[in-house]
């Protein structure tokens, strides 16, 4: 029901101001390993800040921001590895 369209989006708005790209790059289907009806997206995130070197608490603020608000709006998650 959710496009990648959409999770698309709700990725740069939450990375928002560090996050500059975010693109899909695969997409994986699996009833068996990920349940009936659900697609996982493998998405390509850039980060990048116009005056300095970002640090690694930031990039992981952005992360954490970015994995709430697919849970929260989307109710999205992320696949354990």
Known sequence: ????????????????PLLRHAE???????????GAGKVSLAI?????AP???????EIAERRRAIVDALSRELEGRVRDS
């Open 1 to 16: 029901e959710v496009s990648a369209a959409q999770v698309r989006e709700t990725i740069l708005r939450a990375g928002a």
């Open 51 to 57: 005056d300095r070197t970002l640090t690694d608490e």
């Open 24 to 34: 899909v790059f695969d997409v994986y289907r699996d009833e068996e390993r990920i």
């Open 44 to 48: 390509s995130l850039v980060y990048r």
